[in-house]
């Protein structure tokens, strides 16, 4: 093997070891900022020692074994906290003459719980979300804070003192290392889901000519969802999103079109859809209605995308019941957003004069007033109603709204057919 | 029952030039999937880069081997693959003698069953069961939809 | 990015014979780490080729041909298809998996196709605009018909 191919796998062997290697090491030093140096440390070292010695069989084991001698060597040079350091590395000492023989099973028990307080450790609510997205990739995804950075289209510093200062807070809060319980779970767990999504929407958001790790955001926010959904195989919410996420991947391919233009769900090719990714997010679905999630928001979101993923033509498309889980998603939500998007699949189920109906009540709404899709979605219903003076006035007040110049384009000339259409019948 | 179809070149066949697909062959090759989407049949298909990009690990008296691609015996490689859930072996093979192949050396189609639940004893079953619950539950295709 | 991990057959595989218990809870052992490490999308084992068929391409003419077919080496008896950060990444777990053989066996691991890969052959995206132009007009047509 040539050095930069050793490299390459090395690179690989940490990316599958790195979060079970941190959260082992967390779990006895008690400081999520130490063990992750600890595991750079231990990658150094195979750097330097696998390509003449070759990878060992058991490269995760050895990358533990190398960070708890480090650890070990760090709490005998800690002078100032010595008692407690030493108690430190007396536990890891013990706790490897007693599972000599059988390291990696002796790290492998716990492993599933080391990695469930690693991520309500990166996802804690005293850190920023821009924090908690940097230590979530970095601790769990085992990414680079260059590719971090590369990814979040922000300068490396940055995202390097993001992570350092997170790592600061943590400490400084003595945020401990543990599985919230009870009534917390919930609300900690709806922050880790938060921040799973974001990382997934950060990737979805890339377009054509972007950097590679951009859409590689949505493959690493899957893994994630993946993970997490086994971890806390009965939270229905978890499946909720991972269902909502395998769906939404699985039209990547489609959705954007030959020069990079974006191609609407009704008008994508539904032959390019990843029909395994589609499978595995009506099983992800399923799981969750089974658990008495179907009523959680990403669960609704999610049944909202498997209606369009089961339909095999767009005509097939289920409206109706499109317009019931909306309806359902409003009351958990209470988004304008969310309603004005309801009215769409009301307007689809019963016609257009029952979406506007809904589209009027929201005209009013504060939070809406500058979203030039509200607009928008009002001229196309005036327009399937033959209310073609109206509509126009809708389409260029949208289109003054927008600060996207393609779509501006594409409203202003809607306006202008809405003008010729008016004149025709006047 | 559950199919995959595996694309891979007639080794008798006589070696022609790779020309780039014509456009009524990309046609029919959008026109097949297509087709199979609607009949609901279609489990996944996907195309599978030439070796250049791939790798084979060989295991020779317990030793890991990995060569990296490409690979010569270009016969012995599979250029895409089908997943298909029909009624009846029968149903499998028509539906690949409908496949528009011809895509470079593509001209041999091998239809082979893929294992179901059923398929499997139940003192295996038991064994799975105890040894990998999180993945058999990930196996969505072995039960009867 | 996206990996198919091919396991090819073997006389044993193609005689049908069914792993023994130790192979089985070593290869079981093997997919629930996979599917926990959220690598796993999609895992399959295959039938002898005696329970399969070919069709064979030549100019105008199909022929079917009934399995089992010789040329164990060229059949596939199981695969896994696997969402990794790279195929180095794809390597490192075929290393851990348990021989799924008795004897002597290979295991191929091949990239599955993404948009990306076509970048190089097709910059300006006219090849994929040429693809959903002859999907619209054969759409059209179809529906003409109707």
Redesign the interface.
């Given at each position: 093997m040539t050095a930069s191919a050793t490299h390459?796998?090395i690179?690989?062997?940490f990316?599958?070891e790195s979060a079970k290697l941190i959260a082992g090491l967390a779990r006895i030093v008690r400081d999520v900022g130490l063990a992750e140096e600890l595991a750079q440390d231990a990658l150094v070292t195979a750097l330097e020692r696998w390509p003449e010695s070759g990878i060992p069989d058991n490269p995760g084991a050895w990358l533990m074994a190398t960070a708890k001698h480090r650890a070990i060597d760090h709490a005998r040079r800690s002078k100032r906290i010595e008692r407690k350091h030493e108690e430190i590395g007396h536990a890891i000492e013990a706790e490897q003459q007693h599972a000599a023989p059988d390291l990696e099973a002796a790290i492998d028990e716990d492993v599933?719980d080391d990695l469930l307080r690693l991520v309500f450790t990166a996802c804690h609510p005293v850190l920023s979300t821009e924090a908690r997205v940097a230590l979530t990739l970095r601790l769990l995804g085992g990414l680079t804070t260059e590719e971090i950075a590369r990814a979040f289209l922000v300068p490396e510093p940055t995202v390097a003192q993001r992570i350092v200062r997170a790592k600061r807070t943590l400490a400084e809060a003595k945020v401990p290392f543990e599985v919230p319980r009870g009534e917390e779970l919930a609300a900690r767990l709806s922050s880790v889901l938060q921040v799973i999504y974001l990382i997934f929407n950060e990737g979805y958001s890339a377009t054509a000519g972007d950097d590679?790790m951009r859409?590689?955001l949505c493959?690493d926010a899957?893994?994630?969802?993946?993970?997490l959904a086994?971890?806390l195989?009965k939270e229905p919410e978890i499946h909720g999103l991972v269902a909502l996420m395998e769906i939404q991947a699985s039209r990547?391919?489609a959705r954007?079109?030959?020069?990079?233009e974006p191609i609407l769900l009704l008008d994508q090719?539904?032959?390019r859809w990843?029909?395994?990714?589609i499978?595995?997010g009506l099983?992800a679905l399923a799981?969750a209605e089974a658990l008495g999630g179907a009523v959680g928001p990403y669960a609704l979101q999610a049944a909202i995308a498997a209606c369009h993923a089961r339909a095999?033509?767009a005509e097939e498309t289920d409206w109706k019941r499109i317009a019931a889980l909306y309806t359902a998603l409003v009351e958990v939500t209470a988004s304008p957003v969310v309603e004005l998007n309801r009215a769409v699949a009301f307007s689809m189920a019963f016609g257009p004069a029952a979406g506007l109906l809904l589209v009027d009540a929201l005209v009013s709404e504060p939070s809406l007033a500058s979203y030039h899709l509200l607009p928008s979605v009002r001229g196309d219903l005036l327009v399937k109603l033959g209310r073609d003076a109206e509509a126009r006035v809708e389409f260029e007040r949208a289109a003054s709204l927008t600060k996207n110049t393609r779509e501006r384009a594409f409203l202003l000339e809607r306006a202008a057919a809405c003008a010729r259409a008016s004149a025709r019948t006047d | 029952m559950r199919f995959m179809i595996c694309a891979a070149p007639d080794p008798n066949a006589p070696k022609t030039e790779q020309a780039p697909p014509s456009d009524e062959l990309i046609a029919a090759y959008m026109k097949f999937n297509e087709d199979l989407t609607k009949a609901g049949v279609l489990i996944t298909a996907e195309g599978v880069n030439p070796g250049r990009q791939g790798a084979r690990l060989g295991i020779k008296d317990g030793k890991r081997v990995v060569l990296d691609g490409p690979f010569v015996e270009t016969k012995e490689l599979v250029g895409g693959f089908y997943l298909i859930d029909v009624n009846s072996r029968e149903e499998a093979i028509e539906w690949a003698l409908r496949c528009p192949t011809g895509i470079g050396h593509d001209d041999i189609l091998t239809i082979l069953p893929m294992t179901d639940g059923e398929d499997i004893p139940p003192e295996m079953m038991a064994i799975i069961e105890k040894v990998a619950p999180t993945w058999l539950r990930h196996q969505a295709g072995w039960k009867k939809e | 990015m996206k990996f198919m991990i091919l396991v090819k057959a073997t006389q044993d595989s193609e005689a049908g014979t069914l792993p023994s218990e130790e192979l089985l809870t070593a290869m079981m052992k093997y997919n629930e780490e996979l599917v926990k490490a959220g690598v796993m999308l999609a895992g399959e084992g295959l039938h002898p080729s005696s329970k399969g068929a070919r069709v064979r391409f030549s100019g105008p003419n199909r022929t079917v041909l009934d399995g089992p077919f010789a040329e164990t080496k060229e059949l596939v008896s199981g695969f896994w298809i696997w969402q990794v950060r790279s195929k180095e990444e794809a390597i490192e777990w075929v290393k851990r998996m348990p021989n799924p053989m008795y004897t002597d066996s290979e295991v191929e691991i091949r990239q599955v196709f993404s948009p990306e890969d076509f970048a190089p052959i097709d910059p300006t995206g006219e090849m994929r605009a040429k693809e959903e132009r002859l999907r619209a007009e054969s759409e059209e047509r179809l529906a003409g018909k109707k």
């Open positions: 390459r796998a690179d690989a062997v990316r599958i599933g590679w859409p590689a493959e899957l893994r994630l969802g993946r993970i086994e971890l195989p990547a391919r954007v079109g030959p020069s990079g090719n539904r032959a990843d029909h395994l990714l499978r595995r099983t799981r095999r033509t | - | -």
